[in-house]
């Protein structure tokens, strides 16, 4: 099976064809470079993301929020909606855990600023 | 039961109501909007035009003539920014000299002072940024500019505090009449009065038809603008018309009382009444006949465009007169100079009032207004006694306009206060800059809505305001 | 009382590390002036991540990268004052500048210093300037004023969106609006090539569905009130919109990102000269402004696309003013011109004193389109004193050469950055 990409490692943006079979990158081609090949064997084989957002105080104040390390694509809205669900209290240090294991991905959202 | 009702809370209904509340009368303004100057009063080119332009006889004339000086007077008594900077109409053909003499003719008739015709030589001395190609200028000395909204509100404030209600967010609906009394729908329910003064801009037809069942027609004539920035304020000093050509009325370029360069208004004849949208050819036909009177406009720095709908009428005057049914008042077509003729149409309509019931002046009438600090305005001492006393005003909202989060809340906080961010803007400046409020939209949002109690998401932008907090204020 | 050595306007990354690194070189006496109540300007509302890869080796958000740069501030004890704003800036006749501020504490005073940098970062382009036609109702915002109003206020803006403009903000609102929950229909492009960064594109517009319509701008907006939908058409190669093309977009919200100006009214005003390319002023090697005390750094100097950039211009920044303030600037010594020439847009600094120039001087510069396959050449009439290969070169990235002072030494009056096609 072939999949097409387009490569984010510089403003190139070659467009990647990866031939795949089994979960597995056979070939690609499309890049002008090796980066183009890294890039497509990890976007393909899985896909991650660290995803970004904000969790409600309770005081009503949003406070930033990321993923400490990414998680898989497909877990995004999971990740985003357990997110939602969830309030905090204030004061919060930037890096303090808000959510253990989110979306059962064993990714921790931690708070991404100090707020008071 | 009121003594006179007001519909539409405009220039030309605020100055009625106003005139009004000088004499011992209950006096009520409706409008449907939850602010005043909505309508046609607040996108037009701010202009208190000399007099020199309406047909002699005509009321457009009379009241022009008077209303242009009251505006001058007004403006130091209630407080609102207006500066004499003179106007000229350009002629770009030998061929119409002819015709500058003739309105400096109908200067004369109208009694309009200081006009005279000058070379174009004379007109680049005095302005040289104009055109080339200017033949010859009719060139009026008591032309001014004024901000419509702050005389619009300066007017309201001032019958408010004269003892006129305003019901804002009140749509009117229909109108009956039993006896002498009537009877006037709103969706905010029922209102009784003796008389009706029919104010309502480009509606007034509508407005009309609910009580008359003698024709009137008003037709929204669009007029689009395009509003620089202050850095452009200086190109030129004087209000800039162009004589009327084959090619139709031409258009105007004029720096504002805040110091920005305003160059509109097209005119384009709608059926909407509530199009005010700007379009390409529109903003295109600005850029281009704005350029024939002054050369290097800086359209690059145009920091807005908007649209503005003349109430044109089917006579070719202002219709002031009661109406078929007594007690019936339109004022109607208040076309140009309909903004400079504000103050002597409130008068005028006073005097047809008086021949209906007997009007007798209060003696504890407020006849002055003090208008919102701008806090940019004051000197530097004034400016510092301000803050120790109110340090909200050492906190910038608006960095664009220099408005601090003083005036901001006085805006909110004062009778007929602010409850939508164009209301504040109007109010204070603030977002009417160069960033157009990107900057300060979220800070001014916030404090609208803890002053009025509602959510952030509940701040409009413009529109009726449905909590009507002011009944709890009084 | 009022006198410092040192006035940094802006607390936000730019006017944060060139406090820090003057600083480090040896200025106790100085002072952060930020309108905002806490410093990072507009990194905080920037919460997503891909920031700090060059200066912290590792990608954080935002707020993280501000977080980070304001603890070393207050660290370092540099003085410093929130929600104050400065009104204008002037050279008094001692050639002190006079830094007029406006704050609830001190009312409206002058302040004074010997050198001021600026650091007021840039705003962004409201759609007056953008001069389209329609009605102007609720619901159209910039993207960045949406961005704060989404995540520093918590305010729902909207449900059905479009955005004009890809530069990366506008991306990343369409990824932001789409996580809150709202459905983003298209981004919408004047110019045929994107202005935002590859990986944006991928991450917060493929990975979503959102279509990219390169080449279509807004031509009308519908709604009176509040916004309904916007026309969008196609745009020819002048730019202009093809009739016949428009295709309406229902929409309660429209966010556009078309562009970011420097926010320089404060830098006119004290008599500082303008680029008209970068809309920044014009500075030498040093960064420092026509007006001899006065230095410029970050966004307010020039629209920068990583922040670690900002970061590494405003700390030279800082340095420089520092050296100023200790030793003077030479005043003598040979002023060699930065000329733009071939696909180059703008150079920051435009002019270079060899006698000042540091070890290794930055030229950044932007191209003025997409070049493929190219070489940089810096030369001096004849000599080449430079050629960098690179397989592209895109308008929305930032080119960074730096150059040994050595080689600097025997020109005469000008160099030139151009690009030029490789012949293959």
Redesign the interface.
């Known amino acids: 099976m072939i999949k097409e990409?387009?490569?984010?490692?510089?403003?190139?943006?070659c467009s990647l064809k990866a031939e795949v079979e089994n979960d597995e990158v056979i070939s690609v081609s499309g890049n002008?470079?090796i980066r183009g090949e890294n890039y497509a064997k990890s976007e393909i084989i899985a896909p991650v993301?660290?995803?970004?957002?904000?969790i409600?105080s309770d005081s009503?104040?949003?406070v930033?929020v990321?993923t400490k390390d990414p998680v898989a694509?497909g877990k995004?809205?999971e990740t985003?909606s357990q997110i939602k669900e969830t309030s905090v209290h204030l004061p919060i240090k930037?890096g303090e855990i808000v959510i253990k294991n989110v979306a059962d991905t064993g990714v921790d959202i931690v708070a991404?600023?100090?707020v008071k | 039961m009121y003594d006179i009702l007001v519909i539409g809370a405009g220039a030309v209904g605020c100055a009625v109501a106003r005139e009004l509340s000088k004499y011992k009368l209950s006096v009520c303004v409706v409008e449907k909007e939850s602010d005043v100057c909505e309508g046609t009063s607040k996108a037009n080119s701010a202009i208190v035009h000399a007099g020199f332009d309406a047909k002699p006889g005509t009321l457009k004339a009379e009241l022009n003539v008077r209303g242009s000086k009251m505006i001058k007077e007004l403006s130091s008594k209630l407080d609102f920014a207006y500066k004499q900077n003179g106007a000229m109409v350009l002629c770009f053909d030998e061929a119409d000299v002819g015709k500058l003499e003739e309105l400096k003719q109908r200067a004369v008739i109208n009694g309009v002072d200081g006009v005279s015709v000058i070379s174009g030589e004379e007109a680049r001395k005095l302005e040289p940024s104009l055109s080339d190609n200017v033949k010859a200028a009719l060139w009026a000395q008591t032309s001014a500019i004024v901000c419509p909204f702050e005389m619009t509100l300066a007017f309201a404030e001032n019958a408010f505090a004269n003892g006129a209600e305003f019901r804002l967010s009140t749509k009117v609906t229909g109108i009956s009449k039993n006896g002498d009394t009537f009877n006037v729908k709103t969706d905010k329910g029922n209102i009784q009065c003796k008389i009706v003064v029919n104010a309502a801009g480009v509606f007034a037809d509508e407005v009309h038809s609910m009580i008359s069942s003698q024709p009137m027609k008003i037709v929204p004539r669009r007029g689009e603008y395009m509003l620089m920035d202050k850095a452009a304020g200086g190109l030129i000093s004087r209000t800039i018309f162009q004589l009327p050509t084959k090619m139709g009325k031409g258009i105007l370029v004029t720096p504002t009382v805040h110091g920005n360069l305003l160059a509109g208004p097209t005119a384009e004849d709608l059926d909407d009444k509530q199009d005010v949208s700007t379009t390409k050819h529109g903003l295109d036909e600005v850029k281009a006949k704005g350029s024939l009177s002054v050369k290097n406009i800086p359209f690059n720095k145009v920091i807005t465009g908007f649209s503005g709908l003349r109430a044109v009428g089917d006579t070719g005057d202002f219709i002031i007169e009661q109406s078929d049914i007594k007690g019936f008042i339109d004022v109607a077509g208040i076309e140009s100079p309909g903004l400079s003729s504000a103050p002597a149409i409130g008068e005028y309509v006073c005097k047809i009032i008086s021949g209906i019931i007997e009007l007798v002046q209060k003696d504890n009438f407020i006849d002055t207004r003090k208008g919102l600090v701008h806090f940019f305005d004051l000197s530097n001492d004034q400016q510092n006694e301000l803050i120790s006393k109110d340090p909200s005003y050492g906190r910038i909202v608006c960095r664009c306009e220099y408005v601090t989060e003083g005036e901001i809340l006085d805006a909110i906080n004062r009778p007929l206060g602010a409850t939508t961010l164009d209301g504040v803007k109007r109010r204070t400046r603030a977002g009417m800059g160069r960033c157009q409020a990107g900057f300060c939209l979220p800070t001014t949002m916030a404090l609208i809505a803890s002053k009025l109690g509602i959510s952030l998401a509940d701040v409009k932008k413009t529109g009726a305001f449905d909590t009507d907090r002011r009944q709890d204020d009084e | 009382m009022n006198k410092y050595d040192l006035i940094v306007i802006g607390g936000g990354p730019a006017g944060m590390a060139a406090a820090l690194a003057a600083k480090k070189a040896g200025i106790d006496d100085l002072l952060i002036i930020e309108r905002d109540n806490v410093f990072g300007g507009i990194l905080?509302q920037c919460?997503?991540?891909g920031f700090g890869l060059h200066t912290f080796k590792e990608?954080?958000?935002g707020?993280?990268y501000?977080?980070r740069y304001a603890d070393m501030v207050i660290q370092q004890n540099i003085p410093f004052e929130l929600e104050t704003m400065v009104l204008s800036l002037e050279t008094t006749t001692d050639a002190m500048k006079a830094v007029t501020v406006i704050s609830s504490k001190r009312g409206v005073q002058t302040l004074y210093a010997k050198a001021v940098i600026l650091a007021m970062g840039c705003r962004e382009r409201p759609r007056g300037a953008l001069n389209i036609p329609g009605f102007r109702p609720q619901g159209v915002y910039t993207a960045g004023t949406a961005q704060k109003l989404?995540?520093?206020?918590?305010v729902k803006i909207g449900k059905q969106v479009v955005i004009l403009g890809s530069g990366d903000i506008g991306l990343i609102m369409a990824r932001?609006m789409t996580?809150?929950g709202a459905k983003v229909s298209a981004v919408a492009e004047l110019m045929p090539y994107s202005s935002g960064?590859?990986?944006n594109?991928?991450?917060c517009l493929?990975?979503y569905g959102i279509p990219l319509l390169l080449s279509h701008t807004v031509v009308d907006i519908k709604g009176k009130e509040k916004l309904e939908g916007v026309y969008i058409a196609k745009v020819d190669e002048k730019c202009q919109p093809i009739p016949g093309t428009e295709v309406y977009y229902p929409c309660d919200t429209l966010l556009l990102s078309c562009g970011l100006i420097p926010e320089n009214e404060l830098t006119v005003g004290a008599g500082v000269m303008i680029d008209p390319r970068t809309n920044g002023a014009y500075v030498n090697e040093s960064l420092q402004t026509n007006v001899n005390g006065v230095f410029a750094c970050g966004n307010v100097l020039h629209v920068h696309d990583l922040v670690d950039f900002v970061s590494e211009e405003s700390q030279r920044a800082g340095e420089n003013a520092a050296r100023f303030i200790l030793n003077g600037g030479s005043e003598s010594g040979k002023t060699i011109e930065v000329k733009a020439g071939n696909g180059v847009r703008y150079t920051v600094p435009c002019r270079i004193n060899i006698d000042n120039a540091p070890e290794l001087t930055h030229i950044r510069f932007r191209v003025t389109g997409v070049y493929?396959n190219v070489s940089i050449i810096l030369k001096s009439g004849d000599t080449e004193l430079m050629r960098k290969r690179s397989?592209?070169?895109?308008p929305?990235?930032m080119v960074d050469l730096i150059i040994q002072k050595n080689k600097l030494s025997d020109i005469d009056d000008t160099i030139e950055v151009f690009v030029e096609e490789v012949q293959k």
């Open positions: 990409l387009t490569c984010i490692c510089c403003p190139m943006g002008n470079c993301r660290t995803v970004t957002t904000t409600m009503g104040i949003p930033p990321k694509k995004i809205f985003v930037m991404t600023r100090s | 905080n919460i997503h991540n990608e954080l958000t707020p993280e501000a977080e989404v995540n520093l206020q918590g932001r996580l809150e960064l590859k990986r594109i991928v991450q493929d990975d493929k397989q592209i070169l895109v929305s990235e």
